[in-house]
């Protein structure tokens, strides 16, 4: 089984920063994608960015340009710097892993955000 923990989320203002962090552990084979989704009240979970095997990075167009995600390798870690954050960033924010391109995939328990006006 594959562990995944997330860290750092919380309460902030308009324009404010939060850094999220997601360690996962356990059998971990191989890592064919890692990233962060994220999911609003009354709203479908949506991609908000990620790495996949081969160097891609992915960004939901809503995040470009204010959000950072980075990595550990070593450490089996991403990390999602969120900057200019805006309150439609509210949502709670959920790590995973996918193993393979055929899915296998492993989800944290997921970290609120919420940001005031």
């Known amino acids: 089984q594959v562990q995944i923990v997330e860290s750092g989320g919380g309460l902030v203002q308009t324009g404010g920063s939060l850094r999220l962090s997601c360690t996962a552990s356990g059998s971990i084979f191989s890592i064919y994608a890692m990233g962060w989704y994220r999911q609003a009240p009354g709203k479908q979970r949506e991609l908000v960015a990620r790495?996949?095997?081969?160097?891609?990075?992915n960004y939901a167009d809503s995040v470009k340009g204010r959000f950072i995600v980075s990595r550990d390798n070593a450490k089996n870690t991403v990390y999602l710097q969120m900057n200019s954050l805006k309150p439609e960033d509210t949502a709670v924010y959920y790590c995973?892993?996918?193993?393979?391109?055929?899915?296998?995939?492993?989800w944290g328990q997921g970290t609120q955000v919420t940001v005031s006006s």
């Open positions: 790495f996949i095997s081969g160097g891609v990075t």
């Open positions: 995973y892993l996918q193993q393979n391109a055929y899915g296998l995939t492993f």
